[in-house]
């Protein structure tokens, strides 16, 4: 298997649960079913301290944990919630990275973020896409890790959101040994196009808010442009 097909079965797996997650499931069903439909698919483990599916909702979406100390609430689905889930499929040591906040209003999953009745859900989501496009605009093969990692924070921070991540950073590159990842971070001076692939992921609040927000994808260069794989 290829980077991109580790990466389709994360996608799969959210387009999978969106269509079967509704109010007074439980979480750790919610993982559980996202981490057999990944083995179905063909990860073969999990490269994520052997979790698969770090899955969290209301107010737990701010929480921002190492997989070596997370542990899955025993806690269900309410009729408005907001969930975030992160999937790390795994084949033969080839990783996927993929990271889905997902919102359910009157029980149903809503897909489209205009459509989102929270008003403050849907600024939230449409701050991940903004922050996604500032990547695309901003990176070229010159740009270091440390010049993204200050752009974005600046840009958070100017927009009157805040970084949730428990190390500060905003992803990392793809690597087969999670001890071996760089990081989007402070006085990380490589560049990013030194490196096969690496992820985006960051993960904001409104300051003033109970609730996070949270998209992954996975980019590299193409003819020195950045491409989601």
């Known amino acids: 298997m ?22 007074n499931m439980n979480l750790l069903d919610v993982r559980q079913l996202c981490e057999e439909k990944m083995l179905s698919l063909g990860a073969d483990s999990f490269w994520y301290w052997d979790v698969g599916a770090f ?70 989501l449409l701050m991940e896409e903004r922050l996604h496009q500032e990547l695309i605009d901003f990176v070229t093969p010159q740009t270091t890790f440390e010049e993204l990692y200050l752009h974005i924070n600046s840009l958070i921070i100017d927009e009157g959101f805040i970084n949730l991540d428990f190390m500060g950073n905003l992803g990392h590159s793809i690597v087969k040994n999670k001890d071996e990842r760089v990081y989007i971070e402070k006085d990380n001076h490589l560049l ?29 260069f193409s003819n020195g442009k950045l491409v989601e794989l």
């Open 55 to 124: 899955v969290f909702s209301g107010d737990e979406t701010t929480v921002s944990v190492s997989g070596r100390e997370y542990i899955t609430s025993d806690r269900l689905i309410s009729n408005n919630d907001i969930i975030t889930i992160d999937l790390s499929p795994q084949n033969n040591k080839i990783w996927g990275d993929y990271a889905r906040t997902i919102i359910i209003e009157s029980g149903e999953v809503v897909d489209r973020i205009d459509k989102i009745q929270n008003n403050e859900w849907r600024n939230g």
């Open 192 to 220: 990013l196009s030194s490196i096969d692939y690496f992820t985006f992921e960051p993960h904001i609040s409104d300051p003033n808010s109970k609730y996070g927000y949270k998209k992954e994808n996975i980019y590299y």
């Open 2 to 23: 290829e980077y991109k097909d580790l990466q389709r079965i994360a996608k799969e797996t959210i387009s999978y649960i969106k269509t079967i997650i509704k109010p």
